[in-house]
Structure formats: C-alpha cells, structure tokens
C-alpha cells in the first residue's frame, strides 16, 4: 500500500493541486465539465488557498487529493482518478474530521455514489437532496451533515 501524507498546502502547491483537481472533477459521473484547467487553477489560487484550511494528501511523492474546508463546511474534496481507492479520500476525510470535531456540512452531486458512501460511512447523513437548479453545473445535489464527535 502506498504511504500517505497529509500537510498543509502552501501557495507553491496551486498547479499540483490543480493537477489532481481538474481530473478529479472530469471523472465524476453525471457531472459536465464546465470550467477549463485554467479556470481551475484561478479558483484554487485565488479563492480556495486564500479562503479555506487546505490539506494535500501525498502519494508516492505526488499530490494526489485535496481537502478544503472552513469552520463548518468541507468545501471541496478531491482525489486524482490515477489513485482512486487507495485510501486517499478517506486520509483527507478523517483528517478534516479531526480538525472539526465539532461537526461539518457539505454538498456532494447525487449521481457521486462513491463520494456519497463514503461520507455515509464515516457518520455523515444526508439532509437535504436539491434539483441542482442552485449550482453552476445544474446537477441534483445532496447536503449531508455529521454532528461531530462533541
């Protein structure tokens, strides 16, 4: 199994993470892809490292995955498809979770059925299921909750 390290990303990580990113997003099932990597890049430069707690998970010397997350939210949570189901979502997963015991919300696609069991695995229930009408993709989401370990 390969080793996995979670730390905290700096500004420098942007194009790395946006190489894990960008794929990540392209492989979700039902999901258009509706922003270039540019635009990916722009958004995890200057909104995402700026406004959110950013972690990378590291594999094998290469960013695989990202988490970004505020007080209450995990905004984005993202794994490269080349390491899908080594563990790497869960390591981000857990260590958001351990950052804010006291509970986090989240938005995830409905048709995202691997991202959706695993947040129902790690305590997370689902809370409100929407049309998509409210995001930019127009896809049926899920918000889900988990009331923290407090």
């Not at 950013?54 to 094998?60: F, R, S």
């Not at 990202?66 to 984005?76: K, R, S």
């Not at 696609?109 to 995001?135: H, I, K, W």
């Amino acid at each position: 199994m390969t080793k996995i390290t979670i730390r905290p990303a700096t500004p420098d990580d942007a194009a790395a993470i946006a190489r894990a990113f960008t794929p990540a997003r392209a492989a979700m099932p039902g999901v258009p892809v509706i922003h270039t990597a540019e635009e990916d890049l722009w958004f995890i430069t200057h909104k995402m490292l700026p406004e959110c707690s950013v972690v990378v998970a590291e594999a094998g010397g290469t960013i695989a995955g990202v988490a970004a997350y505020t007080d209450t939210w995990l905004e984005q949570l993202y794994v490269d498809p080349a390491h899908h189901r080594k563990g790497i979502g869960l390591a981000l997963l857990t260590h958001v979770m351990r950052e804010r015991p006291q509970g986090l919300e989240l938005w995830v696609f409905q048709s995202n059925t691997p991202a959706r069991a695993l947040y129902e695995s790690q305590g997370f229930r689902c809370v409100e299921m929407t049309d998509g009408q409210s995001n930019e993709e127009k896809c049926p989401d899920a918000r889900y909750s988990w009331p923290g370990n407090l």
